[in-house]
Every structure is written in structure tokens, then in C-alpha cells.
């Protein structure tokens, strides 16, 4: 097993150094000793602070300090972690409980489904759903099931964030992937998605496939279906290279998935991962949690991500974004020219660009009234805007 020695020794401010060391469930003594060494010195609180909060690991930073050094973090810093902690452990908790609720409830009316993200990742991961922030609630259903469980979420208190006309909808759900709900009373976000990734992207991960394989997980209140370990895996790394790696806390989620399956097959993992178009996403996911967090990984598995010369590019490009660096001159920089190095296969990087010329975005689906006799001229309009859009001069790749 290989374990990174190099990460924080000069590559980020010691700002960014103490984000690094406390953004995790496990402080090692090595760990427990930088941390202490960091907070002697003058730090931005303001910027550890901003950074926390875009990144999703207000938790883990507050726990770890409180555990380590309280006495070296300024009092004012240490009362906002500890607000915004019990703030994210009620929201938390809420959000588990109508998971527990809702599932429950298609249960009952025979509709499978599986938890994804969100409370079942804290639980399964961190072991601890206080100590990572989500925002919403995500189940996995089969597309045949979801007018039914639309009619029992809506019963249940929720309504649609978006209205559209019986022919705009089913149109949309041909192209999308999900739809958003909200509870009338508590605000919670529950999102439906019948599919994880569409036609264009990658070779799908098929719903059916992926309930069928769901392990129940016991949480506080209740218990209820989550994906396999491995399909976990996979989804992570899809998640995550679809968004670009745009969270700290999203690699946090790979780095402590090593943490609980430290014997995990990866060749097995790599083979699937290259099945499906997937093996740079995972080298790409992997690489992140070894290069930022520490996170051990079998020196064969290093040698082989270290052996793909666009894994080092597509991570230094996710690192600036995530701590705010200026990188005018990557061309990675274009969400859409990530996306076509991200993906393995000629094919994949074909349907991609395909569809970012020809299909409506989120926002055209609300603004557009594709119902209309003329609707079909927005087909024909569309790649001319979007290529405008993009004609400037692109940046040196770096």
C-alpha cells in the first residue's frame, strides 16, 4: 500500500493546509501534530472560513479543531463553526427522517427503490450524519414507477418545483434525469431520479440493475436500501467527474470510501470502471483523495493512474477551482472540454458533443414552449448560438 508524503508540504498556504488536515473522519498522530503546528502561526480565518463553507466540510473542520487545539482557534471562529454545526445537525436529521419517511411510504405501495447520496454516504462513509452537510434528499427509481411515486411524494406533502404542460413533461423525461420536489411545510428537497447519467454521457448505469443490487442500511430512526459498496463507488466518480470535482467534500467521500474498505478489489474495480468508459473518472477520483487527503492506495493502482498523462492536468485544474486559483490559461477551464478528457472512449466524447450542440439545457426547458409548431426551429438555432457562444480563442492546454 502506498501512502502520499508529499501533499501538504508546499504546495497550499497553511490556510489551505489546515482545511486539508482536518477535512476527514480519522486524525492520525502525524496529522494531530500538523494541525497543531499550522494554528500557531497567523492565519485567515475569514478565507478558512469562506473555503469551509463552499466546500461542504464545515463539520469535519469543526469537529477536528474542537478535538485537537481549541484553546489556538480564536473564540469568535470557534462560536460560527459550532452555529453553522448544530445549524447542519438539525438540517441533517430532518432530512434523514423524511428519507426514512417517503421510502417507507413507496415501500409500502411495492415501489423499490434505493437511497442514494446524502444521509446513506454519512451514514455509510463517515459512520456519523452530522458529520457531512447535504442539502437534499435523492431516491433511485424505475422509470415505469415514477407517476406513482410522484403521486405519493405529492401526497405526502411535497409539490414540483416546476410545472410543465403533459407534452413538455414527457418530452423532458426522455432527456432528463430527475424531478425535484419540495415539503410545503419544512422546505426539504427530495429529488426522483429515474437514471444517473444519460444517453450522451457514458454507457448508463442501469437503474434496474443497481436497485436490484441495493443493501439495506440501518440508520438512527429506520432503515432503508443503498447501492452496493462497488456500484457506490462507481456513482461517486461519475457524481463527481460530472461536476467537475467542484466540492472538497465530494473527494472527501472517496478518500474515507478507502478508509472503510481498505481491501477493496480495485483491478476488479478498474476492469468495471473500463467497461463502462469510466476508468479515467475513477483514476481522476482516486488520484484527488491520494494527492489531497492521503488516502492509501496500492502502489500498482498509483503506478497505473500516474501512467495516464491527463489524470495530472484534469486534477490540477479541480484543485485550483476548489481553493479559488486564478487559471486563465487551461483549457480545461471549459466545462465541456473537461468533460471530452474525461472520458475514455471516442465514441462517449461523440455523444457528448452531440448533445451539448442539439439538446435543450434546464434553463431552455423553463424558458422554451417546445409544445409550439415552431418548436422545431430551436433544434436548427441552437448549435448556431452555441457555437458563437464558445468562438473565442482557446487557451493553451496546461
Not at 108 to 121: E, F
Not at 282 to 308: E, K
Not at 374 to 397: A, G
Amino acid at each position: 500500500m502506498l501512502k502520499n508524503n508529499r501533499t501538504l508540504n508546499n504546495k497550499y498556504s497553511k490556510e489551505i493546509k489546515l482545511i486539508l488536515c482536518c477535512a476527514r473522519t480519522t486524525i492520525s498522530k502525524e496529522i494531530e501534530k500538523k494541525i497543531r503546528a499550522l494554528l500557531h502561526h497567523n492565519l485567515d480565518w475569514n478565507f478558512i472560513l469562506n473555503v469551509a463553507i463552499k466546500n461542504n466540510i464545515i463539520s469535519s473542520l469543526y469537529i477536528n479543531l474542537e478535538d485537537v487545539e481549541p484553546n489556538l482557534v480564536p473564540l469568535s471562529v470557534l462560536r460560527e463553526l459550532k452555529k453553522q454545526y448544530i445549524k447542519i445537525t438539525f438540517n441533517n436529521v430532518l432530512r434523514l427522517n423524511r428519507l426514512i419517511e417517503i421510502s417507507d411510504l413507496l415501500s409500502s405501495r411495492g415501489i423499490k427503490t434505493a437511497a442514494i447520496k446524502g444521509p446513506v454516504i454519512a451514514e455509510q462513509l463517515y459512520g456519523d450524519i452530522t458529520y457531512r452537510y447535504f442539502s437534499d434528499i435523492d431516491i433511485l427509481i424505475s422509470k415505469e414507477y415514477v407517476k406513482e411515486a410522484e403521486k405519493v411524494i405529492i401526497d405526502s406533502g411535497y409539490r414540483l418545483t416546476r410545472e410543465f404542460s403533459d407534452t413538455k413533461e414527457d418530452k423532458y423525461k426522455k432527456i432528463h434525469l430527475h424531478e425535484e420536489f419540495i415539503h410545503q411545510e419544512d422546505g426539504t428537497v427530495l429529488e426522483l431520479h429515474w437514471a444517473l447519467t444519460r444517453w450522451h454521457y457514458l454507457q448508463p448505469l442501469q437503474t434496474d440493475y443497481l436497485i436490484n443490487r441495493a443493501k439495506p442500511i440501518k440508520l438512527s430512526t429506520g432503515t432503508v436500501l443503498t447501492l452496493d459498496p462497488e456500484d457506490l463507488f462507481m456513482v461517486l466518480c461519475l457524481h463527481g467527474g460530472r461536476h467537475r470535482w467542484q466540492m472538497l467534500k465530494w473527494i472527501c467521500d472517496i478518500a474515507e470510501f478507502i478508509n472503510v474498505y481498505p481491501e477493496f478489489d480495485w483491478d476488479h474495480l478498474l476492469l468495471r470502471g473500463k467497461k463502462l468508459g469510466m476508468r479515467r473518472m475513477v483514476y481522476l477520483g482516486l488520484f484527488l483523495a491520494f494527492d489531497l487527503l492521503d488516502a492509501t492506495l496500492p502502489s500498482d493502482i498509483v503506478s497505473q493512474i500516474n501512467s495516464d498523462r491527463y489524470v495530472h492536468k484534469l486534477s490540477v485544474n479541480v484543485q485550483k477551482r476548489l481553493f479559488g486559483e486564478k487559471n486563465r490559461s487551461s483549457l480545461f477551464n471549459k466545462n465541456s472540454i473537461f468533460q471530452l478528457f474525461l472520458k475514455d472512449r471516442f465514441s462517449d466524447k461523440l455523444r457528448y458533443a452531440a448533445r451539448s450542440l442539439f439538446v435543450p439545457s434546464n434553463e431552455d426547458w423553463i424558458s422554451h414552449d417546445f409544445s409550439s409548431h415552431l418548436s422545431s426551429l430551436y433544434y436548427v438555432t441552437r448549435p448556431i448560438r452555441m457555437i458563437f457562444k464558445n468562438l473565442r480563442k482557446s487557451p493553451r492546454l496546461t
